[in-house]
């Protein structure tokens, strides 16, 4: 359970819902910070949009809390809350132009024609629209549409900003493009961000802080990095980039120290603060190692600490990496390890014979 | 030999077709040859051209009265039709609820029931219930048959609408009725002028329930059907129904091009739903 602070924008407290017989969320609880960018990312129906739709005001929990600026949002509908959504469709208008479009809100707050005129422009602005306020809906490409939804939630100031899988239609150039610019604008505002993605790797690159969703409840709320590097579970380990699991036990423990027999390389100390806060170390069946923290030795004349000899049992060449399965002592699944192909490397076959070193501080403990 | 059977079949294809339009507009055709033939007597040979038959119509003071019976009636036709098609369509499109299927078709049923046993049954109903008849009961059948069609020309604009469209309107801050009026609205108007216009058609040259369920105002088909006994009266009748189908024509080509529009506004390809 994440910590509550009494800063935080918005403050969701063991928020439940229950679509008829099926519960989508189990038990939410997160607090949001003011100004950061926060991912919601978990795989297809673990009930992303359904959290999302009811931070807007779209739907209510069915028990359980949503707090915003703190105040408690039971009863206030999406219009009278201070979030704006960028809606996976976009939802442009199609009988509005793009000036129309964006100033949709601000006419609602009776501004004066000539105020929001000046707002409209300066929101497009801000997403690179600039001069295509009289374009209609139909004469924008997706990217230029998906950039309209921005500014017509821009243009209103709100505390926070929703986004639902924003990104999910463009093709990958200009998502990659769009990611960046979304980010760097979210940092210049200082607005709230909150968006829902099923793209790890999007959720990484954007996000201050993620957190990760699976079947109705979040599994672990770090940063990109402390998910990266400390998944809570095997699960999490392996939606965010790939992660080789190897069986392990708990050989002895002291104060600050874990000693860990790994089966395929041998034991290990490890710093007890590795350990993630409520694992019992006698229950740790697993350790996990990311590929790149494991280095392929063509002839073993390293003197590294941990070293173990393997075989090559497959090489992907990838241009700038390469990718090795590597067959471990013992009957384990073989490992993945991925080098950098820096000057003077050069690609080992199949059935090579290697030493693959790795170090005590990349091993992940799981129970 | 295949070739040939081809051929064969696709001249009488051809030959089948000019036979069905035929006979389809061909007495469609006589209503204007004879409302601009100068004699009495509606034959052929045709005797020469005069518009003298629609001349009569101006001085006829008992079709005047015929056609504002018929405006009033069609005119309130079609807007209590349009406004339950509306209602009906958007429910339709927007929620689910248990039975949905058979009180949708509940609702279409009018369409396919012969007329003559709305019209019968209707009158039985008014009787037991022992209201007078006037144009307010015609005006009851018409809305009972143009409902269906209403209701199939809107459902295509409601169900071309985005949830998501009144989901960002709602949430920029707009209110319930501002986002019917500033999105809803705009976006299925198209629709809503195309069902006032087939309904109003439709209403203008109902005959039957009217001939049943009105009482000393009779409408315009009412009226002709009254003529049809006086055969002096027939080229002027002619005259009448000339222009009656003319504007029904008019009319119809209008509505289509609304709907269209209503579909075209939305993205959605033109020839789904709607009756051309
Ligand atoms: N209105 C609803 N009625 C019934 N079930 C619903 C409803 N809305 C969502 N669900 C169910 O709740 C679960 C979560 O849905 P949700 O849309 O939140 O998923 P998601 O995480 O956004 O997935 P995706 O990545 O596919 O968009 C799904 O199993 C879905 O079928
Ligand atoms: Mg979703």
């Known amino acids: ?367 | 030999m295949s070739s040939l059977s081809k051929y064969l079949s696709g001249k009488w294809l051809t030959v089948y077709a000019v036979v069905y339009m035929l006979f389809l507009y061909a007495p469609v055709f006589l209503l204007p040859m004879f409302a601009f033939n100068d004699a009495t007597i509606i034959s052929f040979p045709l005797q020469g051209f005069t518009t003298k038959w629609f001349d009569v119509l101006w001085e006829t003071q008992a079709l005047h009265g015929a056609v504002r019976n018929s405006a009033t009636v069609a005119i309130s036709t079609a807007v209590i039709s349009t406004i339950l098609g509306a209602c009906a369509a958007r429910a339709s499109a927007r929620y689910r609820f248990p039975g949905k299927r058979p009180v949708m078709g509940f609702i279409m049923l009018p369409l396919v029931l012969p007329e003559i046993i709305v019209a019968v049954s209707l009158l039985v109903l008014l009787m037991q219930l022992g209201m007078s008849l006037s144009l307010w009961t015609v005006v009851a059948g018409h809305v009972l048959i143009c409902t269906p069609f209403s209701i199939a020309i809107l459902s295509s604009a409601f169900q071309g609408l985005d949830n998501s469209l009144e989901e960002a309107s709602f949430d920029l801050g707009e209110s319930r009725w501002g986002t019917f009026r500033r999105v809803i609205l705009p976006l299925v108007m198209p629709g809503v002028v195309s069902s006032l216009l087939i309904c109003f058609t439709i209403s203008l040259d109902e005959f039957i329930i009217a001939f049943f369920l009105t009482g000393t105002d009779v409408t315009l088909p009412v009226y002709i059907w009254s003529q049809l006994r006086f055969p002096t009266k027939l080229p002027s009748v002619m005259a009448l129904g000339t222009i009656l189908l003319a504007l029904s024509v008019v009319l119809l080509i209008l509505a289509e091009w609304f709907r269209r529009r209503a579909a075209k506004k939305q993205g959605i390809e033109a020839s789904a739903g709607g009756f051309m």
Request: hydrophobic share 40%; proline share 5%.
């Open chain 1, 1 to 367: 359970m994440a910590a509550i602070d009494a800063n935080d924008i918005i403050v969701l407290s063991d928020v439940t819902k229950t679509f008829g017989t099926f519960q989508a969320l189990k038990g939410i609880n997160a607090g949001i910070r003011e100004g950061e960018f926060f991912s919601l990312l978990g795989p297809s129906g673990c009930g992303k949009t359904t959290l999302l739709r009811m931070i807007a005001g779209f739907d209510e929990p069915t028990t359980g809390t949503i707090d915003i600026n703190g105040k408690p949002m039971a009863g206030i509908s999406a219009n009278k809350r201070p979030t704006n959504m960028v809606f996976q469709s976009y939802a442009i208008f199609p009988h509005l132009s793009v000036a129309e479009n964006v100033g949709y809100g601000l006419k609602t707050q009776k501004m004066p024609k000539k105020e929001i005129a000046t707002e409209v422009d300066k929101a497009l602005d801000m997403v690179d629209l600039h001069g295509l306020g009289d374009r209609g809906a139909h004469e924008l490409s997706g990217g230029q549409r998906q950039r309209v939804a921005l500014a017509r939630a821009l243009v209103m100031r709100p505390k926070v900003i929703l986004l639902d899988e924003p990104l999910s239609a463009l093709d990958k150039k200009l998502r990659d493009q769009m990611q960046v610019e979304l980010r760097s604008l979210q940092q210049t505002l200082g607005i709230t961000f909150i968006l829902v993605t099923h793209d790890q790797e999007e959720a990484l690159i954007m996000s201050d802080r993620i957190a990760v969703m699976f079947e109705g409840e979040i599994a672990q709320l770090a940063s990109p990095e402390e998910l990266y590097r400390r998944p809570r579970t095997k699960r999490v380990a392996s939606f965010i980039g790939v992660m080789n699991f190897l069986d392990a036990k708990l050989g002895s423990q002291d104060e600050t120290t874990l000693t860990i027999n790994i089966d395929a390389l041998g034991p290990v100390q490890v710093p007890i603060d590795i350990a993630p806060a409520g694992l019992n170390p006698a229950t740790i069946d697993a350790v996990g190692i990311r590929p790149e923290m494991l280095t392929v030795l063509g002839d073993g004349n390293d003197n590294a600490e941990h070293k173990v000899e393997g075989e090559v049992t497959g090489t992907a060449y990838y241009g700038d990496m390469t990718y090795y399965t590597v067959q471990l002592p013992g009957s384990g699944e073989p490992v993945t390890i991925s080098m950098r192909n820096t000057a003077g490397r050069s690609v080992l076959p199949a059935g090579s014979k290697v030493m693959v070193r790795w170090g005590a501080e990349s091993v992940v403990l799981f129970e």
